[in-house]
């Protein structure tokens, strides 16, 4: 059975700083893509920043040159660095995951969330 650990949320004022880690544990043969959602309430769902297998990013548009998100294989996660953090990032984020696992159908598993708020 696979499981994604996030971590890192907090409360912090306007211009600071978080890093967001997911870590995945379990049979896994191979971790395709990674990535975080956040949701706001009374909002939808959004995809944040996702990395793939070979390295490839993508970023929403609100936090391009803000957010970085990177990998570490050896250890099966993933990291999610907000720097100059709003406000409006306020949100509770998931960690999401495509993983190909042994004994299992399932590939899409996502991590319990962590609430990250920004004050002004």
């Known amino acids: 059975q696979v499981q994604l650990q996030d971590s890192g949320g907090g409360l912090v004022q306007a211009g600071g700083s978080l890093r967001l880690s997911c870590a995945a544990s379990?049979?896994?043969?191979?971790?395709?893509?990674m990535g975080w959602y956040r949701q706001a309430p009374g909002k939808q769902r959004e995809l944040v920043a996702k990395?793939?297998?070979?390295?490839?990013?993508t970023y929403t548009d609100s936090v391009k040159g803000r957010f970085t998100i990177s990998r570490d294989n050896a250890e099966s996660t993933a990291y999610l660095q907000m720097n100059s953090l709003k406000p409006e990032d306020t949100a509770v984020y998931y960690c999401?995951?495509?993983?190909?696992?042994?004994?299992?159908?399932?590939?899409?598993?996502w991590g319990q969330g962590t609430q990250v708020t920004v004050s002004s």
């Open positions: 999401n995951a495509d993983i190909s696992a042994y004994d299992t159908d399932e590939y899409d598993y």
């Open positions: 990395i793939t297998f070979e390295g490839r990013t």
């Open positions: 379990g049979r896994i043969i191979s971790i395709n893509a």
